[in-house]
T-cell receptor, first 112, second 113 residues
């Protein structure tokens, strides 16, 4: 069935280090992928997205990499800050309904 | 300016009651969604509407009924609440139906006792 999963439930990094959060997806028909950040008590916040015709996209301090061959997605956060502490979700969709399928989430903990 | 707003933020009620959650977006988007987030943080889509037309209707008990009076509003009515309905419900919106980023509201924490 459809599923989007994350390899690690919790990632702990030192402030200033780079963080890499991974995601595996199973639906090869998916053509749009999004990363969301969810802080405690808040709704998911859009970080960055990527379409299947790209393999890399950069934002401010964030980079998303897409490897369609192995159906793998990653989010890289440069110079991780305490404010980056949150749960990160990858999500995928294909077709025209906009139905997002979310992964289980990775908790990022930033140590000062 | 709040882009996607939901009311109430917290809702505590007893089993068997009927309750509604309201959602409004001021982004001018055509499509709105309801998601449920369980205690393990798993997010799952329930419904979506595009300009008042139902697009996505996942396997959700028919006690849940979405209502879209206009494209800026999508409400969720739940009949005969059960303990298992306890969760955080998020409303979201996107420019239109399809592969576009979705903007989420702050969530409504529903607790059924």
């Amino acid at each position: 069935g459809e599923s989007v999963g994350l390899h690690l439930p919790t990632l702990s990094v030192q402030e200033g280090d780079n963080s890499i959060i991974n995601c595996a997806y199973s639906n090869s028909a998916s053509d749009y992928f999004i990363w969301y950040k969810q802080e405690s008590g808040k709704g998911p916040q859009f970080i960055i997205d990527i379409r299947s015709n790209m393999d890399k996209r950069q934002g401010q301090r964030v980079t998303v990499l897409l490897n369609k061959t192995v159906k793998h997605l990653s989010l890289q956060i440069a110079a991780t800050q305490p404010g980056d502490s949150a749960v990160y979700f990858c999500a995928e969709t294909g077709g025209n309904t906009g139905k997002l399928i979310f992964g289980q989430g990775t908790t990022l903990q930033v140590k000062p | 300016d709040t882009a996607v707003s939901q009311t109430p933020k917290y809702l505590v009620t007893q089993m068997g009651n009927d309750k509604s959650i309201k959602c409004e977006q001021n982004l001018g988007h055509d499509t709105m969604y309801w998601y449920k987030q369980d205690s393990k943080k798993f997010l799952k889509i329930m419904f979506s509407y595009n300009n008042k037309e139902l697009i996505i209707n996942e396997t959700v008990p028919n006690r849940f009924s979405p209502k879209s009076p206009d494209k800026a509003h999508l409400n969720l009515h739940i009949n005969s609440l059960e303990l298992g309905d306890s969760a955080v419900y998020f409303c979201a919106s996107s420019h239109t139906t399809g592969p576009y980023e979705q903007y989420f509201g702050p969530g409504t924490r529903l607790t059924v006792t």
